[in-house]
């Protein structure tokens, strides 16, 4: 079992850069995603990293502007949002898996992004 904890998320201008956290404690070596859920919606896929760091997946909405990334020594991983828009807002959850299956998740951190 793998307790997560999201933070960095808040307030930024449309273009602007956030970056969130997610700090993972108990068993951790795990694949890592972040989802996101914008109010009315259903949880979508954002991003998603192996256990080594050397792949990543991209939701084609993020792609080229969002970078997935994990520190294995500091139990940590990590998602890079740049260029945001508005239509980034939503409350944003980091998850632990194997094979895209995901059965740890965070709390979540809310991100609004303002036009």
């Known amino acids: 079992q793998v307790q997560l904890v999201e933070s960095g998320g808040g307030l930024v201008q449309a273009g602007g850069s956030l970056r969130l956290s997610c700090a993972a404690s108990g068993r951790t070596l795990y694949e890592m995603g972040w989802f996101r859920q914008a109010p009315g919606k259903e949880r979508v896929f954002v991003a998603r990293?192996?256990?080594?760091?050397?792949?990543?997946t991209y939701a084609d909405s993020v792609k080229g502007r969002f970078t997935i990334s994990r520190d294995n020594a500091k139990n940590t991983v990590y998602l890079q949002m740049n260029s945001l828009k508005p239509e980034d807002t939503a409350v944003y959850y980091c998850?632990?898996?194997?094979?895209?299956?995901?059965?740890?998740w965070g709390q979540g951190t809310q991100v609004t992004v303002s036009s």
């Open positions: 998850a632990a898996g194997l094979d895209s299956s995901y059965a740890s």
């Open positions: 990293i192996n256990r080594s760091g050397s792949y990543t």
